[in-house]
Structures are given as structure tokens and as C-alpha cells.
């Protein structure tokens, strides 16, 4: 096992990751931007380095700045939390040349799941149900009509190389595709360095499902059950929750067991999350990502599995500690991600905390480095805390969940708490009547 992790990210992912190193009996070290001096994760941290001022290019992101700290802390590993560098192949290779482990998969399978396109291709070949759309990137006007016409309107546009949907246009007739096309490369130029577009036919109503999978370096290969992530904000998620109340029971059986298989087939390492769509009837892989994911502790909750400890052992080459038939569900589970946004029109709202109570009781969880007196920054995401509560049932977490809110204070800048108190109270959301475009179409659009 490692003596020693630098975690190379900051908030409450570092402070995630501090302390399961520690109940592990390793010890850790923080790096920090001038910015994050006083945060938690550098005072729970054993040491803590500072890697630059407070932009992220210059500090979280530099990687000659953190390849110096990973050199001055002597550390044996580095876990990487999710955004940053988590999934940089060029910062697996930095680990790799100074001698230390990185905590994930390695940088030759990080940069071959990177375009999307290209895992599509595979999967399609290994018999694995993906969305119909183009083999590849897109590569003239040309062909993305005859692709379009061939798989039917609406179709929807993707950045091969990226996610958060930039890069994404729904295109709804001919008129609209080649103005959409050049928007989109733009938008994933400017994003991701590389404007690489494929094409997907549009699904209308989905379901936005992902699959929590742990991969050793003996062949074993598990799932850790499914999330919910369809509540989304212009494709980003909001809140996520587990098991999936619209699965029955022989759907989910071969969803979980087409997600281990299309780990297998890409030959995946560590922890990963297979996100698929399903209309109701059938589930539709769209991508993988090579990290732990930010809605990991619905898992957690659910299953009773402790992910970030599972990663470390697996990089350090242990066998998962259990077995695919122990993996079952024992709570109901639902996660808000509170962020310091203006509630109705989600502007970023940085500045100091200065009154905070962070609610509790049985079944609840906050994931968070934040305190009274914490400086919200505007250089870092919004998110200050993930609430996660369980229940025995969908509506026993539900209204867990809306007594934590009720109690959730948080005062000197606004949060998206008085957002979600009004979701969770919508028929909709009581019925499990909804899809990926709800946030946006139903509610949204009232303001």
C-alpha cells in the first residue's frame, strides 16, 4: 500500500480524498494556489505545497508547478479528484516519468476513450447498443447530409473530444445543419482544442443513466449499481440519485451487465462511469469517463462501498474487496449539488460566507470544504457542497432531503438551495415525470 498521496485538486474532492487516505493509514499532502491558502482540504492535509497564484493555468492546471510538488512531497501516488487534470493523459505521464503512481487509468487508455466518436465505433463492433449516428467524426458538409438524412431528423451535433455540452446543437431540419455544424466546431475548438463533430441521432425524452464500474489489474470487472443524473441544467447535472426508479427489473439487469462488458472491452482500469440514455424502452451507451465522478457518494450511500478507498487499492494493486454478488442496493439515495448561483438565473455568486449551518441527522451526508468565514472564489466552480441523504424508500429521502434544505443556511452569497426546495415539491418530480430537458423546458422557462 502507499505511504504517501498528493491530491492534486482542491475543495471538497481534496477533502474527500484526504480522508479516505487516512482511514487507510496513509499519509497525504495538499497542494494549494495562493487563493485556497486557508481552505480545509490544506489544513486536514499532513503537508500542504503551494503551486502558484490563484488561476487555475497557473496553479491546479500548470503542470510543471505540480510536478515540482509531487517532487518536493516525495509522495508515492497522486489521485487526482474529477476536473483538472484528472484526465490529462500528459499528467499520467509526468506521474509515470517521476516514479509515481497515478491513481486512475493510464495515459494510453485515457486518450483512446477521449473521442467519443471513435469509443462509439468499438462498442458498435463489440455489440454494444449505442445511439445511430456517423462511424467518426464528421469530415465535410458532404457527408454529415447524407448521415442526417440517412438516421433522420431531429439529430444532434457532439464534440468528439468534450462534454458539458459545449459543442452540442440539436438540429431539427436541413436548413439548419450546416450553420449548426460550423457553430459547433467553433464553440469545441474554443472548448477543447479540436473541433472534431460526429453526429447522433436525437433522442426526444431520455433518461440520462450512468453505471458505476471498478476494473482491477486481475480481470475482475463489477458494476456498483446505476444513477439517475437526469436533472440537468443545460447538460449539466443538478441532481442525481440511485437506483433508478424507471428501470424494471430485467432492463436494469442488462444494462449493468452490458456496462461491465463494455468495460471489458475496452480493456478499462480503476474506477469509471459508463453513462447511457434510455427512451423507456431501450438504454443507449453515449460515453465513459476516466475518473471518479462528482455524484459518487449516491453510490456510495446506496451500496455501501467506499469508491475513492477502492481506487487507491486497485492502484496499488489490490484485487476490488468484494464481489460482484455482494453489490446490491440498501438505500434509496439523492443528491443536491449546492452552488453558490443566483437561484432563478444561475449566475456565479462569489464572496465570503458569513453565516453557515450545515445541516445533519440519520441518513445525511455533506460532502464540503466550506466554512464560516470560507471565500467563495471566482476563479473555481461554484459548487461548495454536495448534499446526499438516504431513505428507504424514494419518497422517505425525498422529503430527507427537503428537511435538510429547510435547515441548509448559507448566507453571504446566493445558493441554489431555494432552487431545489421548489423542485422537489413539483408534481413532476413527486411522479418521476420527467427527462433530461425538464429543468430547462419547465421550469426554467417560467422566469
Known amino acids: 500500500m502507499f505511504k504517501k498521496i498528493l491530491i492534486a485538486n482542491r475543495g471538497e474532492i481534496a477533502v474527500r480524498i484526504i480522508r479516505a487516505a487516512k482511514e487507510l493509514g496513509i499519509k497525504t499532502t495538499a497542494v494549494y494556489s495562493t487563493e485556497d491558502k486557508d481552505s480545509m482540504h490544506v489544513k486536514l492535509a499532513d503537508e500542504a505545497i503551494c503551486i502558484g497564484p490563484a488561476e487555475a493555468s497557473k496553479s491546479y492546471l500548470h503542470l510543471f508547478n505540480m510536478a515540482q510538488a509531487i517532487v518536493n512531497s516525495k509522495c508515492d501516488a497522486v489521485h487526482p479528484g474529477y476536473g483538472f487534470l484528472s484526465e490529462n493523459p500528459a499528467f499520467v505521464r509526468v506521474c509515470n516519468d517521476l516514479g509515481v503512481t497515478f491513481i486512475g487509468p493510464d495515459a494510453e487508455t485515457m486518450e483512446r476513450l477521449a473521442d467519443k466518436s471513435i469509443v462509439k465505433s468499438i462498442l458498435e463492433d463489440n455489440g454494444i447498443p449505442t445511439i445511430p449516428g456517423s462511424r467518426g467524426s464528421i ?36 436548413e439548419e445543419l450546416i450553420g449548426a455544424y460550423s457553430a459547433a466546431k467553433m464553440e469545441a475548438r474554443a472548448s477543447f482544442g479540436k473541433e472534431d463533430i460526429y453526429l447522433e441521432k436525437f433522442i426526444e425524452h431520455p433518461r440520462h443513466i450512468e453505471v458505476q464500474i471498478l476494473a482491477d489489474e486481475y480481470g475482475n470487472v463489477v458494476h456498483v449499481g446505476e444513477r439517475d443524473c437526469t436533472l440537468q441544467r443545460r447538460h449539466q447535472k443538478l441532481l442525481e440519485e440511485a437506483p433508478s426508479v424507471v428501470l424494471k427489473e430485467e432492463i436494469r439487469k442488462n444494462l449493468l451487465s452490458t456496462a461491465v462488458e463494455a468495460a471489458r472491452v475496452l480493456n478499462y482500469k480503476n474506477a469509471g462511469t459508463l453513462e447511457f440514455l434510455f427512451d423507456g424502452e431501450n438504454f443507449y451507451f453515449i460515453e465513459i469517463n476516466t475518473r471518479i465522478q462528482v455524484e459518487h457518494p449516491v453510490t456510495e450511500m446506496a451500496y455501501g462501498v467506499d469508491l475513492i478507498k477502492e481506487q487507491i487499492r486497485i492502484a496499488a494493486k489490490e484485487e476490488i474487496s468484494f464481489t460482484q454478488s455482494a453489490v446490491k442496493p440498501k438505500f434509496h439515495v439523492i443528491e443536491c449539488r449546492i452552488n453558490a448561483e443566483d437561484p432563478v438565473k ?73 432552487f431545489f426546495k421548489k423542485l422537489l415539491i413539483t408534481e413532476d418530480f413527486i411522479n418521476n415525470n420527467y427527462d433530461t430537458n425538464f429543468i430547462d423546458k419547465k421550469i426554467l422557462s417560467k422566469y
Open 139 to 174: 469530415k465535410d458538409e458532404e457527408t454529415l447530409i447524407e448521415t442526417a438524412e440517412k438516421i433522420g431528423y431531429p439529430v444532434l451535433l457532439k464534440a468528439a473530444w468534450g462534454g458539458g455540452g459545449k459543442g452540442m446543437r440539436v438540429v431539427r431540419s436541413k
Open 346 to 418: 444561475f449566475y456565479p455568486s462569489p464572496g465570503n460566507i458569513t453565516s453557515l449551518f450545515i445541516p445533519g441527522g440519520p441518513g445525511v451526508r455533506v460532502d464540503t470544504a466550506i466554512k464560516c468565514g470560507s471565500n467563495i472564489s471566482p476563479f473555481y466552480d461554484s459548487m461548495i457542497a454536495k448534499l446526499i441523504v438516504r431513505g428507504n424508500s424514494r419518497e422517505e429521502a425525498r422529503l430527507r432531503m427537503l428537511r435538510c434544505l429547510d435547515e441548509f443556511v448559507v448566507e453571504g452569497v446566493k445558493t441554489s438551495i431555494d
